[in-house]
Every structure is written in C-alpha cells, then in structure tokens.
C-alpha cells in the first residue's frame, strides 16, 4: 500500500519540479532575449539558436535530471551483480561490458545525429511556425482571403512537414538499423554465456542452485548494463541540448551593456539638453551599405525639427541612433556635449519619448496601452486620460464599449479592433503620456486623417516658441505638416544635403523644393480631376 502511495506522490512532484524547471528556464530565455541588442533580432542565427533553445527548454533539463537519478539507483545493482560474478569468473565482467559498449555508441551516434538534424533545420522549423501562425491567425487572415493564398501557403506548409518528415524517418530507420544489429549481437553473447555455465553443472563445478543463481546474475547484470549504456547515451543528447541553451545565455548585450559611471555624465546634462551628431556613420552589422555617411548637425533645445526624403535615405536609422538602440560605426552623438556612448540605456532614454513605424498595439486595456509609454504611472489614470485628450485619441475611446477599461484587439473577449488612424493615435498618446524632454515621431501622421492630423500637429508644433516647450523631431513624407517645422533636415543616400526652414529651401529650389513641388503638383491634378467629374 506505502509502495503505490510513494509511486503516485513520486510521480506528482515528478510533475510539479518539471513544471518549475520549465518556467524558470522560460524566464531566463525571456530575460535573455529582452536584454541583448537590438542587432541579435536582426540576426537569422539568433532566432535559429532562440527556437532550439526554446523547443527544448521544456523538458530537456528535467530529462537529464531524471537519467542522473536513474543512473544512481542502478549503481547499487551494477556493484552487487558485478561482485558476484568476478567471485566466480571475472573475465565474464569485460565480456558482457565491452558488448554493451555497442549500445552506448550507438546511443551517443545518433543523438549526436538527432541534435544536429534539429539545430540545423531551426530555420526550417521557424518557417513552419510563421505559416502556421499566418494561417491560424488574424495577422494575414485578410489577405488570405482576398488574393487566394490558402492553398498556396497550405502547400508550403505541407511541402515543409513533408521534408522534416522524411529527415526525422532516415534517422529513424538507420538507427533501427543500428540498433536491430547490436541487438543481434548482443542476443547471442548472453546464450553463450549460459552455455558455459551449464558446462559448468555437468562437469561438476557448480550445482543447480549455483547455475540459476549465476545465470540470473548474468542476465540482470548484462540488463542493467545495457539500460545504462541507453540512458549516458541519452544523457549525452540531453546534454548537447542543454549546452546550446547554455550557448543562448551566454551571448551578451554590447549596446545595452551597463556602464558603470553613467550617473557621473548624466549630471553634465540639462533637463532640456541639445542634440549633437558630430560625424557619424554607421553601417548596420553583417552589411556594407552606409546608412548614414559623416552626418553632422545640431538641434537646440525646444526646436521642432522634420526630417525628410526617399525611402531608405536613413530617417528611421537616425531615430534608432538617437534612441542608442544601436551604436555609431564612426562619430559620436551627443547630448550637451556628452555623448550618449557613456550613458545607460534607460538613462538616455529617459529623454527620449519615441514612437517607430511599426509600434505595437498590445492586447491590454486602452489604459495600459498608453500607460506603457511610462510604465512607473501606468495606474495614474488621470495622466493617461490627459495624454488621451492632448492628441484626440478621447473622442475615439468615449465611442469604445467600455471606455478606456475596453481591451484593444479581437484577441481576446470582449475586445474591440481600431482603425488603422485610430491606431496610430494610440501610440501617439502613449509617446505623449512619456513627456520626456525630446520627442521623436517615426511618420506620426501616416495613417490619420486630414483633420486629425491638423489638430495634432497644432497641438505640437502651432502656437508654441520655439525653445518653450519639448524638442520635437518627426518623420513625415506630407509637406503640409512637414512646412510646421522650425528646420527641415533632408536626407539622401544617407547624407544631410540640405537644411533650412520651409521657405528658405523653397528659395533655395534644391532636392526639397522639388519633393515638395513634385506632391504640390499632386494635389493640384487630383483638384483638376475632382472639378472635371463635378
């Protein structure tokens, strides 16, 4: 009764420490990857080495755990067996070992094999899980619809569990093959063995009671030693697995790096601090294209500054330089004359308050997804609600079903989808909610309208000094809210070629004024096309 009593409580804290194992190594795979730069996301290898570690995570650690264990209460068998028969005939020992050594080679082959089969298709495995996750989720349901894809992406899909398939049965039936002759050979080594000892009876050294006494031994001892040979090959699998889970927390930030004497530069830096680029460059890591090429200017305190040109002309790359997600390959960026290099991270970006392109809209409530922007007051509700009106965003909550208690995103129950505009305004107000002394706006406007998009940018830029209120930096390809700045910044093939104000360039009749002219003339032909319908 104690027997099956201590098997089912075995078997539940068995259960319950795999658990515990599994979700502390799942945090530390999260710490890990929350911490490293920017650079490793933009690195296939990384994700390659992130997916093997998180397949695995779940219960390779446990399973080594439970060989060792198993490996220990063995032992006792292996001594007591191996004790009674070198009492007999000791050279029976090396026999039955060095015929289960096949075991263990084998066992060690090919899970060596299996690991590297599963660490060199990670990359694979990652392409299944995006078209599983495009097909089962809303991210392409749309276009799925509307162009076609299920069957085109179905057979991508089934053309690649079809191959990953056919990789996992050659291993298979090779390791059968294997295996099914060193089972041969092990079948025969224990009948001669029985032989000799029967040999032993009928001459008679032994008696009966010796002989099934001996055989026994013989057959529980080549057992165990087998089983063994099974569970260090395992453990060796087990192991590799584990080593490049290792491998994965062992890679370190350097941008994000900690430095030590951060707090001595941040008091040489005012509340409002000018922004310096003295001669920068960098190239992003792995490529030699230039993304921006000995760039250098200054932005005072307070001015409101666009920066403008062609897709690919470095904007974006600016914004990621000031915001230290990545480090200057030459030059230095600086903020009253100290360059951002020696500062912390969360230091630096304490003034900054930026919003990229591509921001997320979290499956939280409208609170928490503008409280984000700064997570230390994401309960002041009063501070959100007036984040929410300094944009326009409140009108677009008050229309939602439960205010701004309502969960943004279908994702869940009772959730509520926005607009592409309305989006838009939700990570405005959470960059707004930050108001951290430098703002950096990534196409703030892209996605809302006309008049939504006059009644932010007055708020921002109209009706202030300059120098009264936050320096405010924007991308915008719209010249009718570019005009607003203060100093426009044009940026070609990653070099500065031009800056001024709005007329200055106009007179100056360069790289913006044709842009400019060029959506001027725009607007005037859908006008003309508007007045020849009507």
């Not at 330089?321 to 951002?340: H, K, M, N, R, S």
């Not at 990653?494 to 709005?502: A, D, L, P, R």
């Amino acid at each position: 009764m104690l027997n099956h009593v201590f098997q089912h409580l075995s078997t539940v804290i068995q259960n319950l420490y795999q658990t515990l194992v599994s979700n502390h190594i799942g945090l530390l795979i999260a710490e890990k990857a929350a911490v490293i730069d920017l650079a490793f996301f933009e690195n296939p290898a990384f994700h390659n080495k992130m997916r093997t570690a998180v397949g695995e995570a779940s219960y390779r650690p446990m399973m080594l755990l439970n060989g060792l264990m198993n490996l220990a209460s063995t032992l006792t068998t292996l001594f007591s067996m191996s004790l009674v028969i070198a009492l007999w005939q000791a050279w029976i020992i090396p026999v039955i070992f060095l015929s289960s050594l096949a075991m263990l080679w084998a066992s060690v082959h090919f899970g060596a094999q299996r690991v590297a089969l599963l660490s060199g298709r990670a990359e694979t495995e990652r392409k299944k899980q995006y078209l599983q996750t495009l097909l089962t989720s809303e991210q392409g349901a749309k276009e799925i619809r509307l162009f076609s894809l299920r069957q085109f992406l179905l057979n991508n899909y089934r053309a690649l569990l079809d191959s990953t398939f056919r990789q996992d049965r050659k291993l298979a039936f090779r390791q059968v093959f294997y295996l099914g002759a060193i089972d041969v050979l092990l079948s025969v080594v224990q009948p001669l063995l029985y032989s000799f000892t029967a040999i032993q009876v009928l001459q008679g050294l032994i008696n009966i009671g010796q002989f099934s006494f001996y055989t026994q031994s013989i057959q529980q001892l080549q057992g165990t030693l087998i089983g063994q040979m099974s569970s260090l090959g395992t453990l060796h699998e087990g192991n590799l697995f584990v080593t490049n889970l290792l491998n994965f927390l062992d890679w370190q930030p350097q941008v994000e790096a900690p430095r030590t004497e951060s707090k001595k530069y941040l008091a040489a830096i005012s509340a409002r601090p000018r922004i310096e680029f003295r001669e920068v460059t960098f190239c992003y890591p792995d490529t030699e294209r230039i993304a921006l090429d000995n760039v250098s200017f200054v932005i005072q305190p307070g001015e409101a500054i666009a920066l403008v040109g062609e897709n690919g002309a470095g904007k974006s790359t600016f914004v990621k330089l000031l915001a230290g997600l990545y480090e200057p390959t030459a030059g230095q960026i600086l903020l009253d004359d100290v360059p951002i290099l020696h500062l912390d991270r969360d230091d630096l970006r304490r003034y900054l308050s930026v919003i990229f392109q591509d921001y997320t809209i979290y499956y939280l409530s409208a609170y928490n997804n503008i409280g984000v922007g700064q997570v230390e007051h994401i309960q002041d509700k009063a501070l959100l609600e007036a984040a929410a009106k300094r944009c326009g965003l409140d009108h677009v909550i008050a229309s939602l079903p439960n205010g701004f208690e309502t969960v943004l995103g279908s994702f869940w129950e009772h959730g509520h989808e926005l607009s592409g505009g309305q989006r838009q305004l939700v990570a405005m107000a959470r960059a707004l909610v930050r108001n951290a002394p430098i703002l950096v706006l990534d196409e703030p406007s892209a996605a809302l309208d006309i008049y939504t998009e006059r009644s932010l940018f007055q708020h921002l830029l109209e009706d202030r000094a300059s120098g009264q209120f936050q320096t405010v930096i924007f991308i915008s390809h719209r010249f009718a809210s570019v005009r607003l700045a203060d100093r426009i910044l044009v940026l070609e093939h990653g070099n500065v070629i031009e800056q001024g104000t709005h007329d200055e360039l106009l007179n100056r009749n360069g790289r913006y004024a044709e842009m400019f002219n060029l959506q001027a003339e725009q607007y005037n032909t859908s006008s003309r096309l508007i007045t020849v319908v009507e």
